[in-house]
């Protein structure tokens, strides 16, 4: 059941973002900010870090912080080499989010327990969170001709290989799973081409984003709780809310997504 909920939640935050990003900036900045909550909600207690009010805090802020400059960042006349330029707001609130991470950690105490596990993967929600911005940066440039192919195609395989990938009935068979998500990611972009224009570098950035969107659903499926869970499954500690955990995890795949879109925008531009 616990999968079934994911495979919900990482389609339906597929769906509502790549969405979002056709209306314009300010819907995705909307959509964004509340994955973002999502991740920052759950992901501490899929770390079974303790300290886990501050860690979700850390998160929310870094992420929130990044859409908003990566909304106003053009409008503000920062943005002086097109969709390359707002790669420079992420880096920058990465590093921040980063430093606070430690800070955290510090603050905690010496001899706190999990502390080198808290901070690594405190760094690792920083960068999913940044990347969730990204889908802000897509839709800043919304008026460039790939730009509704690439989201398109981004919100149809990830929705779809979510459904499928994040299936009961895969667990534990990764051959399997990238035997039949990467194929069906493969017919999500063929399908999106065909609809929006076969031309040769709309086929090969539709391509690019379906396969990377298969790959971050296996990545995913490859991580998430067990039916059955085993003692080994959670190395680092325990949640007593694995919904919470469940959800974070569903959308880390979504929100990556926007950042690696945004890189193929940008340097097929």
Do not use: Y
Not at 162 to 173: E, I, N, T, Y
């Amino acid at each position: 059941m616990m999968r079934l909920s994911m495979a919900a939640a990482a389609a339906l935050g597929a769906i509502v973002l790549s969405g979002a990003a056709f209306l314009g900036p300010a819907a995705a900045a909307a959509a964004a900010a509340v994955v973002i909550c999502v991740i920052a909600w759950g992901w501490p207690r899929q770390l079974g870090a303790p300290a886990r009010l501050s860690l979700t805090i850390t998160l929310a802020v870094t992420g929130l912080v990044g859409v908003v400059l990566n909304l106003v960042w053009r409008a503000a006349g920062f943005d002086l080499h097109g969709p390359l330029g707002l790669f420079e707001p992420m880096a920058v609130v990465a590093a921040w989010g980063v430093m606070a991470a430690f800070i955290v950690q510090l603050v905690r105490g010496t001899g706190r327990p999990l502390r080198l596990e808290s901070t690594v993967g405190t760094m690792g929600g920083v960068m999913i969170v940044v990347m969730t911005s990204g889908w802000v940066a897509i839709a800043q440039w919304n008026d460039h001709p790939l730009a509704h192919v690439l989201l398109f195609t981004l919100g149809a395989a990830v929705a779809l290989c979510s459904l499928v990938g994040l299936m009961p009935a895969l667990q534990g068979r990764p051959g399997l799973l990238a035997g039949i998500i990467v194929p069906l990611a493969f017919t999500v972009a063929l399908a999106v081409t065909e609809l929006m224009g076969s031309e040769p570098r709309k086929i090969m950035l539709a391509c690019l984003a379906a396969v990377t969107a298969s790959i971050l659903v296996a990545l995913t499926a490859a991580t998430a709780p067990s039916a059955r869970p085993r003692h080994e499954d959670r190395p680092i500690a325990t949640t007593a809310r694995p919904r919470r955990a469940g959800f974070a995890l569903a959308m880390a795949p979504v929100g990556a997504a926007g950042v690696i879109g945004h890189v193929m925008l940008a340097f097929m531009g």
